[in-house]
C-alpha cells in the first residue's frame, strides 16, 4: 500500500493539491484536503503501510514546501495592497506606472488595457515590458474568447506581471465592437469560463473589473448574480465601479460622469460574499471617503484623481501604511534619473514629462511647473533639463 498524506489547508482550498501532489512525487499515493479554519497555516501528516504514524519526513517536507510555494504564487503580491490605481487608457502606460510607484510603493498598479489579440500578434515588449520597479503590477486584458485569453495570460505570466485582470467595465463603442468590456456582464457564464480558462493557464491571481450594471440591468440582484457566476470559476477578488455602464448613447467620459455612483451595491456583495475581495472603484477622490469605504469592502482603487492630482497617491500611502510621505522634490529627482535612462533608448521626454504635470496640484508655482514641462519637453532635443528648470520654478 502506497503512503497517505493528509494536506490541512484552513484557508487555500482553491489550490489544486492534487495536481501538486502528483507533481511532487508520484509514489506519494492518495490525499485528503482538509478545510476547516480561516487562518492560513499548513500541517502535513503520513502513514505508512502499516498506519504508523510518519509525521514530517523527507517526502512530507518535499511536498509541504512545493505546496507552500504554489500558494504564495497565487496569492500573489497584490493581495496584501488595500488601494490600487485604475487601468486608465492613454495615461497608465509604463512611464506613468514608474512615476505613481515612487509615490506610493504599496499601491497595485495596473496596466492600460491590452487586447488578447493584440498580445498574440503585437509587439509584445512594447506592450507588455515595464520595469522591475513597478511591482506589484497588474496585466488587464481585454478580450471574450476563453481560449486567446488564457494564451495571453500565460504570456503576462511569463513577463513577470503579479496579477491578470480581464476588463468587464469599458462602455466604449469600439470595445463593444469586439465584444468585450461592460457588455460582457449581460454574458456571466462567458466571462466564468473565460477566468476558468485563464486561471488554468497561470500561477497568478486572475481578477475581474466590472460595472454594477448595464443599461436597463441595474439592479442589485443583477450585479449579485453577476458575480456569483463568475465566481464558480474560482476567482476571490472583483474590483467593482461603483456605476452601471450605459452601452448606448454616452462617451466613456460621459460614463465615468452620468450614471449615478451606488456605493450602497458594492458594500452588499461584500456582506452577501464575505469570502470574495471587493474592491471599490469610483468618486475616490480624497482621505475620508477612502477611509468610509474600506470600512466595507476589501480595497479602494482610485482612478482620474491619482492622475490629475498624483500626490494623493502618497497621502493615502501614508495613512493606509504609515509609508511617510516622500518630498516631491526627491519624487522628481529619482524620475529624472529614470527619464536620463529612456531618453538613452530614444523615448520621447514629452511622453514622459505629461504623467508629472499634476505633482504640484495646489501648490505655489504649479502653473509655472505646468508650463515648463508642457512646452519645454515638445521641443526638438528636449532633455531632462527641462524637468529641472521646472523644479526650480516651484522650488
Not at 507552500?68 to 496584501?80: A, L, T, V, Y
Not at 495613512?319 to 519624487?331: I, K, M, N
Request: hydrophobic fraction near 40%; charged fraction near 25%.
Amino acid at each position: 500500500m502506497k503512503q497517505s498524506f493528509i494536506l490541512f489547508d484552513p484557508n487555500l482550498s482553491r489550490i489544486d493539491a492534487g495536481a501538486i501532489l502528483s507533481a511532487a512525487s508520484p509514489n506519494c499515493g492518495r490525499f485528503i484536503v482538509v478545510t476547516e479554519k480561516e487562518r492560513a497555516t499548513l500541517a502535513i501528516f503520513g502513514t505508512n503501510e502499516h498506519g504508523t504514524d510518519r509525521n514530517k519526513t523527507e517526502v512530507a517536507f518535499y511536498i509541504g514546501l512545493k505546496y507552500m510555494e504554489q500558494i504564495q504564487k497565487k496569492e500573489g503580491k497584490s493581495k496584501g495592497s488595500k488601494f490600487a490605481c485604475a487601468p486608465m487608457m492613454d495615461w497608465t502606460d509604463r512611464h506613468c506606472r514608474y512615476f505613481l510607484r515612487l509615490l506610493a510603493p504599496n499601491a497595485l498598479l495596473y496596466t492600460e488595457m491590452v487586447t488578447a489579440q493584440a498580445v498574440r500578434h503585437g509587439d509584445r515588449g512594447r506592450l507588455l515590458g515595464f520595469d522591475p520597479a513597478e511591482h506589484p503590477v497588474a496585466l488587464q486584458l481585454g478580450g471574450s474568447e476563453p481560449a486567446l485569453l488564457a494564451e495571453a495570460a500565460h504570456t503576462g505570466m511569463h513577463y513577470g506581471y503579479d496579477e491578470i485582470n480581464l476588463n468587464v467595465g469599458c462602455p466604449s463603442d469600439r470595445v463593444q465592437s469586439g465584444r468585450f468590456g461592460a457588455c460582457l456582464m449581460g454574458e456571466p457564464a462567458l466571462v466564468r469560463d473565460c477566468i476558468s480558462a485563464m486561471r488554468d493557464a497561470v500561477d497568478i491571481p486572475v481578477t475581474v473589473k466590472s460595472r454594477i450594471g448595464i443599461d436597463e440591468h441595474d439592479d442589485y440582484e443583477f450585479l449579485r448574480d453577476f458575480i456569483g457566476t463568475v465566481a464558480q470559476s474560482g476567482c476571490d477578488t472583483f474590483i467593482v465601479h461603483a456605476r452601471k455602464a450605459i452601452l448606448a448613447g454616452l462617451s466613456p467620459k460621459e460614463n465615468r460622469e452620468i450614471p449615478p455612483l451606488r456605493y450602497p451595491f458594492v458594500y452588499r456583495l461584500k456582506q452577501e460574499f464575505p469570502a470574495l475581495r471587493i474592491v471599490l472603484n469610483g468618486g475616490v477622490r480624497d482621505l475620508d471617503a477612502a477611509r468610509g469605504h474600506l470600512e466595507h469592502v476589501d480595497g479602494v482603487m482610485i482612478g482620474r484623481e491619482a492622475y490629475h492630482n498624483p500626490y494623493f497617491l502618497a497621502e493615502l500611502e501614508h495613512a493606509l501604511h504609515g509609508t511617510p510621505l516622500p518630498a516631491r522634490e526627491t519624487v522628481v529627482a529619482k524620475y529624472v534619473d529614470y527619464v536620463e535612462a529612456r531618453l538613452a533608448e530614444g523615448v520621447r521626454l514629452n511622453a514622459m514629462t505629461r504623467h508629472v504635470l499634476g505633482l504640484y496640484l495646489g501648490r505655489p508655482g504649479a502653473r509655472q511647473w505646468r508650463r515648463q514641462l508642457a512646452e519645454g519637453a515638445c521641443a526638438r532635443g528636449a532633455g531632462a533639463e527641462v524637468i529641472r528648470e521646472a523644479l526650480q520654478r516651484v522650488a
